[in-house]
């Protein structure tokens, strides 16, 4: 293998990051660096990972003076910056051009992004795609509770603007909101506006369905501005503790050839670039996928499209490195993906079909768990995932029953 003296520089320290990291070492066998203010879990007594703590990297300023920093330490090396977290990408992209002398950075600009990451805008753009998505209601601060919905009950309440969400952060935050009637929906905007949120916030109709009515498109578009990649999951299982909701915890790849062309279009005709990550769910009531967003970042789930044969980091590194022509692909073969135990799969999946066609994939060997690397596996790290294992197992009793 040729000797490209790669170095990643991975932002944030959970799941997303350690399954980035797993890819790079498979395919190149280096190490990241993990840029991060503290460890979790997913990333502890990892050797495909060095760790360099910055408590103040959300400081534009302490960031930027970080990377400058990891430049000049590491100048004989090809750096490539991923944000595997919402506000990292952002920080990324605000910066990007102070940031293109020291590294690759597979990312959109920043005009770009901001029609994909304001909710009301990308919900704007997806009618002028045709994407279908929830109906919905903008709600302004400047509006003080004085609005009324032509929908019915019940909704789901999310930011507009995650990012400038989680940095006003309060006792009993939760990712979205899953809300009853008017006086619960009320009082939850007064306690995000009253703990310092500012943006706005978007009202849906609650589409009916379990976890298994979720799907996520992971997407590879090159510095081309040309779709390359495209891996379509049904999400079978989702994490269900406040700030986890929403979260896959399983994903099993599908094909729906004609929404992902759709997908496509709309990505190419706006001029994005680098990974994303589409949440969508199926309505039954009219057999549509409803758009909910794309996160301008691979998604929690992207080691399946790794696991699955095409390895993401091979994609960045072959585009932005090696400056290859890389062929549009859309994944069809079954594969399985899971960051909890199998038997936590089995017993909260309620589709039975479904269940029967995991133990099959699972008994092909058509499966993969971004965490269980067996090139990475101390007696350290043996123990924490299988203690986390057996955690899973307490929190869904908790959530689920």
């Not at 979790?40 to 534009?60: A, C, F, H």
């Not at 990505?267 to 949440?279: K, M, P, V």
């Not at 409803?290 to 696991?307: A, D, L």
């Not at 090139?375 to 869904?396: A, C, E, G, I, P």
Request: aromatic share 12%; net charge negative; hydrophobic share 35%.
């Amino acid at each position: 293998m040729e000797n490209l003296d790669l170095l990643p520089v991975l932002l944030a320290s959970d799941i997303n990051v350690y399954s980035m990291a797993r890819a790079f070492h498979e395919e190149y066998n280096v190490q990241s660096l993990m840029v991060a203010r503290h460890p979790s879990g997913p990333v502890m007594n990892s050797k495909i990972l060095r760790y360099w703590e910055e408590k103040e990297l959300d400081d534009t300023q302490v960031f930027l003076d970080t990377m400058k920093k990891i430049h000049e330490k590491n100048k004989d090396k090809t750096l490539i910056l991923i944000g595997c977290a919402d506000h990292y990408v952002r920080l990324i992209v605000e910066n990007k051009e102070a940031l293109k002398g020291m590294y690759i950075v597979p990312y959109s600009d920043k005009e770009v992004l901001d029609n994909i990451v304001l909710k009301e805008t990308f919900y704007s753009l997806c009618s002028k795609y045709h994407l279908d998505y929830a109906k919905t209601l903008v709600y302004k601060k400047e509006m003080n509770l004085d609005f009324t919905l032509d929908f019915d009950f019940p909704v789901v309440l999310k930011p507009s603007d995650s990012v400038s969400y989680n940095k006003n952060s309060f006792e009993g935050q939760h990712k979205v909101y899953f809300i009853d009637n008017m006086t619960d929906l009320k009082d939850t905007l007064k306690t995000i506006y009253g703990h310092g949120y500012e943006d706005n916030m978007i009202i849906q109709e609650r589409i009916p369905g379990d976890d298994s009515a979720m799907y996520d498109l992971q997407v590879y578009v090159g510095s081309d501005h040309k779709v390359k990649l495209m891996n379509f999951g049904n999400v079978l299982l989702e994490e269900h503790t406040p700030k986890g909701i929403g979260s896959n915890a399983a994903t099993l790849v599908d094909y729906n050839e004609e929404l992902m062309k759709k997908i496509q279009v709309f990505l190419e005709d706006i001029g994005y670039e680098g990974l994303a990550d589409c949440d969508l769910k199926y309505d039954y009531r009219d057999g549509t996928y409803k758009m909910f967003e794309i996160n301008i970042r691979q998604g929690r789930s992207h080691y399946r499209v790794t696991g699955g044969g095409d390895n993401l980091a091979k994609y960045i590194v072959e585009d932005y490195v090696l400056h290859k022509e890389l062929p549009l692909k859309f994944v069809k073969d079954e594969y399985f993906w899971h960051v909890v135990p199998l038997g936590v799969v089995y017993k909260y999946m309620k589709d039975e079909e479904k269940v029967k066609k995991i133990k099959r994939l699972v008994k092909e060997g058509k499966v993969c768990h971004s965490l269980y690397y067996n090139r990475d596996l101390s007696l350290k790290r043996w123990v924490y995932l299988k203690l986390r294992d057996f955690n899973q197992y307490k929190k869904y009793k908790e959530h689920l029953g």
